[in-house]
């Protein structure tokens, strides 16, 4: 009850400075729109590819940007943090007895919140654009869930990494170089049966890849269940994994001081 | 009965070799005012670390409010407040803000907190203020509310490391208050590290001073002061580092602890002004030209530069803070 209180505190602190900064917030709500009409505009003449299947390359494409975007604005939460041990709040956060989770899990949840608050726009925006959903809106909410649960799994790394780091710089090399290979190791904006061999291979260990198979699925075709629930528990897997790696961070933390 | 602080031998090395505690022991009765007193960098901010489980020591032991420090480290931090050198309170959250947030990471909830942040915002005169981010906030209102924000969830043992550290003088007399205030009126076992002389002279009823990891002196400030006997005398010389100064004042009768410290050479004497002919009559026998003279009642300075071996000030902005 009260890990849960403590974490529901946690996550109105992030939620506030987020609804305080203007700037962040449009940037994050323009952030989607702004992929998903350049990504489209870029790869339009991809369906034209021998071998591709389909049409319709919103289609193919809606999914690949909601989980580009979950992991490129999950894996800033860590920023916040990283002030925290800075200014000397994250000091007055340890001394007291609160549960080391809620300090994870409240920023996750709000890391998660955004990547639901921006999926939900491309869905919508796609839609205007003359998307799909085979899925229904089970399927839709089923890829939001997904979107949730990647940004959940790196939100929790950033935190972990940040925590350890301490620095702003580690993070920002940690993030930069984990985002866009992750992302072109996946389906996402290119089939697999068009990728190199060593590609398709690597994928099948990139959780970026299970959010991309398990979001298409669910969404843009008549819901795979099966192919869906698999991929959905490994996402949840890597999450809690993720989670324990985070909330154990604050206590290296602590011991270092 | 037990004390509320207690600290035995508690040693502390960071890596690679620098010794924050050199077996430290610390006891603080409850209810007082205990300052722990030092130049920044001699281990002061560790032993507040070690007590209040920000940190573990190498080896030793110690116990706040009959809790073991290692073996029940969230029981302590719900028996003490902490108020920190450096900033707590979140700039970008407003002070109303910071104090729930503060109060439910010690579970308070609901009506009783509502009450509690309203009873702490009035008492530290924030009320006005309270709808304010903290960053548009002075330096002594953002003291006051950390103090708040230590003292929300009413802890029987409350650390200040350095409260006054960076305010401004009117801001440190009123802080000075209450923290007096804070005592007096609610019984409370204070902690109390600091760099100020003053301000341990004023506050604290026992001190104990620190030097290198070590606790090179222990008492109240009057009785550290008396152990000094007499007055001080402080020649400025010429020329720096003359030994024929030395020797001329070790020949004055009455006159004890003489010391030679660059251009300054200090000596006691139970009655000081007395003996000041006779100090510059045997310099001026040894052809050693005095500068200025002064006389001092015994101050805490004397007190940490006879134990520590050098001046307080000297050691201030040279040693970078270990912890």
Not at chain 1, 148 to 175: C, D, K, M, P, Y
Not at chain 1, 203 to 210: E, G, I, L, T
Not at chain 1, 219 to 239: E, F, I
Request: glycine share 10%.
């Amino acid at each position: 009850m009260t890990a849960l209180r403590q974490t529901w505190q946690v996550y109105l602190r992030g939620v506030r400075v987020f609804i305080r900064q203007p700037a962040y917030l449009g940037m994050t709500l323009i952030q989607p729109v702004i992929w998903l009409l350049l990504f489209g505009a870029l790869f339009k003449a991809v369906t034209q590819i021998p071998g591709f299947h389909g049409s319709s390359y919103i289609d193919f494409l809606t999914p690949g940007v909601v989980v580009m975007l979950a992991v490129f604005s999950a894996g800033w939460v860590g920023m916040g943090f990283i002030d925290d041990i800075h200014s000397g709040v994250m000091d007055r956060i340890l001394a007291s007895p609160v549960w080391r989770g809620a300090l994870n899990a409240g920023t996750v949840a709000y890391g998660a919140a955004m990547v639901v608050v921006q999926t939900v726009l491309i869905v919508l925006l796609a839609l205007v654009l003359g998307a799909h959903y085979r899925g229904g809106v089970i399927g839709v909410l089923l890829m939001i869930l997904v979107a949730a649960l990647l940004g959940a799994a790196f939100a929790s790394l950033s935190n972990g990494v940040a925590v350890l780091a301490r620095q702003r710089e580690t993070l920002i090399g940690a993030v930069t170089l984990v985002q866009l290979p992750l992302t072109f190791l996946s389906a996402a904006l290119m089939q697999q049966s068009l990728a190199p061999g060593w590609i398709q291979s690597a994928a099948k260990f990139n959780p970026v890849n299970w959010a991309v198979v398990a979001a298409r699925g669910a969404a843009m075709q008549k819901t795979d269940w099966g192919l869906v629930a698999g991929r959905v528990g490994l996402l949840a897997a890597l999450t809690l994994v993720c989670m324990v790696f985070a909330t154990r961070a604050f206590a290296k933390y602590q011991r270092s001081l | 009965m037990t004390p509320a602080i207690e600290a035995e031998d508690l040693r502390k090395t960071y890596p690679p070799a620098v010794t924050a505690l050199d077996g430290v022991s610390v006891a603080v009765e409850a209810g007082t005012i205990f300052g722990l007193l030092g130049p920044n960098g001699v281990g002061k901010s560790t032993t507040v670390r070690v007590l209040s489980t920000m940190t573990r020591p190498d080896s030793g032991r110690a116990q706040v409010g009959g809790i073991d420090v290692l073996a029940d480290p969230v029981g302590v931090r719900r028996t003490i407040g902490v108020v920190g050198q450096k900033h707590g309170a979140d700039p970008e959250a407003t002070g109303r803000e910071n104090l729930v947030l503060q109060g439910e990471f010690y579970g308070l909830t609901g009506r009783e907190l509502k009450q509690r942040v309203a009873q702490s915002l009035e008492r530290f005169g924030l009320t006005e203020a309270a709808g304010r981010q903290v960053r548009t906030y002075s330096g002594g209102m953002q003291r006051r509310l950390e103090i708040a924000m230590g003292l929300l969830h009413r802890p029987q043992v409350l650390f200040l490391d350095e409260p006054t550290t960076g305010l401004d003088p009117e801001a440190r007399v009123q802080m000075w208050r209450e923290i007096e205030r804070l005592a007096a009126e609610e019984q409370m076992t204070i902690l109390l590290t600091t760099h100020y002389l003053e301000e341990a002279d004023r506050l604290a009823s026992m001190l104990a001073i620190i030097d290198r990891g070590k606790v090179v002196a222990r008492g109240t400030p009057n009785e550290l002061k008396s152990e000094l006997h007499g007055d001080a005398i402080q020649v400025e010389l010429a020329d720096p580092g003359d030994s024929r100064a030395s020797a001329a004042l070790r020949g004055v009768t009455g006159l004890g602890e003489v010391k030679l410290d660059g251009r300054v050479i200090r000596a006691r004497a139970q009655n000081g002004g007395a003996a000041i002919p006779a100090v510059l009559a045997a310099l001026d026998a040894q052809g050693v030209t005095a500068m200025a003279v002064t006389l001092a009642r015994p101050s805490l300075d004397d007190v940490y530069l006879r134990h520590a071996g050098r001046a307080f000030h000297q050691t201030d902005d040279t040693q970078e803070e270990a912890a």
